[in-house]
C-alpha cells in the first residue's frame, strides 16, 4: 500500500514538472525579444513633375543591418495636433518603397509653413512598432540655359514658396541625366549668391541622343527643404554616332543574320568532302570488279 502511494506522489510530480516546463516554455516564447525596426525617408520634389518620397526600412538583427521586406507602412501628415491618413505602401524585397503625393495641396502645413508627414509600422511577431517623421518646407528652383559669347550657361534660382524670399548660401548641383547615376558637371557646390542664383557655364562635347542633353539643377537633401529638382532639356549636346548592328549580319547576329561567308565556305567544305568520299567509294568498286 505504501509502494502504491509513494508511486501515486512520484507520478504527481512528474507531471507537475512537465507542466511547469511547458508553462515556461510558452512565456518564454512569447517573451522572445523583438528587434527594432528602423526607418528612413527622403522627401524629393520635382519641379512641375511629381512630389514623392522615398522610404526605406531596416534593422539590426544579430549584429548586421538587413533590410525588412513585404512589410506595410502607413503614411500620414501631421499638422496642429491633428493626424490625416495618406495612404499606405509595402516593402519591396529590398525593404524600400515609394510614396507619391499628388501634389503640396492634400497634405496641410503647420503655423510655420512647415509639413509633417509620418511613416508608421503598427509591428508584427519580429519587428517592433516603429514610425519616422519628415519636416520640410516647400521652395522653388527655376532654371534656364542661356548663351552668351558661344558659351552655354545655366542660370537656376532657389527661393521659398511660401515667402517668395531668395535662399542664399545653399550648394546647387548641375548634373546631365543618365540611366544608371547622373554626370555631375562642374564644381559640385555651387552656392547661391544673396539673390539666391547661381550662373554655370556648361562644358561642351557633352554626349547626347541626337545632341539633346536633360540637365538637372538639384538642391540634395537639405535639412529645410529636401531634395528639389528642377529639369531643363536642351539641344547643346554631341550627337551619338549610331553604331548599331542591329540589322547587320554580325557573328552575333540571330540565325537569320548568319554572314553570308558562314553560309557558304562551310556548305562549300562540306560538298567537297563529300564529293571525295562519293569519287573514293567509285575507285574502290572499280578496283574490286577489276
Known amino acids: 500500500m505504501r509502494d502504491q502511494l509513494k508511486f501515486y506522489h512520484v507520478y504527481l510530480a512528474l507531471v507537475f514538472v512537465c507542466l511547469l516546463n511547458a508553462c515556461s516554455n510558452k512565456v518564454s516564447a512569447q517573451q522572445v525579444e523583438k528587434n527594432r525596426a528602423r526607418i528612413a525617408i527622403e522627401y524629393v520634389k520635382i519641379m512641375n513633375t511629381e512630389i514623392f518620397f522615398d522610404i526605406k526600412v531596416g534593422a539590426r538583427v544579430n549584429k548586421k543591418s538587413v533590410r525588412i521586406s513585404d512589410i506595410e507602412l502607413t503614411v500620414s501628415n501631421e499638422f496642429e495636433d491633428e493626424e490625416l491618413e495618406l495612404g499606405k505602401v509595402t ?109 554655370v557655364p556648361i562644358e561642351d562635347n557633352i554626349p547626347g541622343v541626337d545632341g539633346n542633353l536633360t540637365l538637372e539643377v538639384v538642391l540634395l537633401e537639405h535639412d529645410d527643404y529636401g531634395t528639389i529638382k528642377a529639369i531643363v532639356n536642351a539641344p547643346i549636346g554631341v550627337p551619338f554616332v549610331e553604331e548599331s548592328t542591329f540589322d547587320e549580319r554580325t557573328m552575333w547576329s540571330p540565325r537569320n543574320k548568319t554572314p553570308l561567308f558562314l553560309l557558304i565556305f562551310p556548305n562549300l567544305i562540306t560538298l567537297g568532302m563529300w564529293a571525295f568520299i562519293v569519287y573514293l567509294t567509285i575507285n574502290l568498286f572499280r578496283i574490286v570488279k577489276s
Not at 136 to 155: G, L, R
Not at 160 to 181: C, K, M, Y
Open 91 to 199: 516593402t519591396n524585397m529590398d525593404g524600400e518603397s515609394r510614396f507619391v503625393l499628388k501634389g503640396l495641396d492634400a497634405i496641410k502645413p503647420d503655423s510655420t509653413n512647415s509639413y509633417t508627414v509620418v511613416v508608421s509600422f503598427k509591428g508584427n511577431d519580429l519587428y517592433k512598432k516603429a514610425s519616422k517623421s519628415i519636416s520640410f518646407k516647400d521652395a522653388i528652383i527655376q532654371a534656364k540655359m542661356v548663351a552668351k559669347d558661344s558659351v552655354n550657361y545655366m542660370v537656376a534660382s532657389l527661393q521659398d514658396a511660401t515667402t517668395h524670399s531668395p535662399i542664399p548660401g545653399q550648394n546647387l548641383q548641375i548634373q546631365v541625366e543618365r540611366l544608371f547615376r547622373p554626370l555631375v558637371l562642374g564644381d559640385p557646390f555651387n552656392k547661391t549668391d544673396e539673390d539666391g542664383s547661381i550662373r
